[in-house]
């Protein structure tokens, strides 16, 4: 299944906690939010990763995320480098740059 990835770049420099709401808000009904599941699924199955993610930027899937004791919410990101899937997270209130983008899948009905 192909990855859709939606224009975000009209969201550089806002909380990246305010792009994922909007993206779940306009996308939620008709696409799939991923979450570690899928950054498993790549980092076991690379030969299978969609070439629309083998480039240089950090894709996210906002389908999880990690709170801390202190109040902070992290959420996880993968990235193609090299010939590998590397996955890790990052804090929802930092900003968002444009070399970010937001994961979804199409959904199937049945």
Known sequence: MIPFIPDTSKYIGKPRGEVFAEIIKQYGATHYIPGFEYQQWCRENPG????????????????????????????????????A??????????????????????????
Do not use: A, C, H, M
């Open 48 to 83: 299978k990763i969609p070439r629309i993610l083998k480039d240089d930027n950090y894709y996210y899937t906002p389908g999880t995320v990690l709170g801390y004791s202190d109040g902070r919410v992290t959420v996880p990101y993968g990235r193609w480098r090299g010939d």
């Open 85 to 110: 899937w590397n996955r890790n997270d990052v804090w929802f209130e930092d900003d968002w740059f444009d070399f970010e983008r937001v994961l979804l899948l199409p959904r199937i009905d049945s």
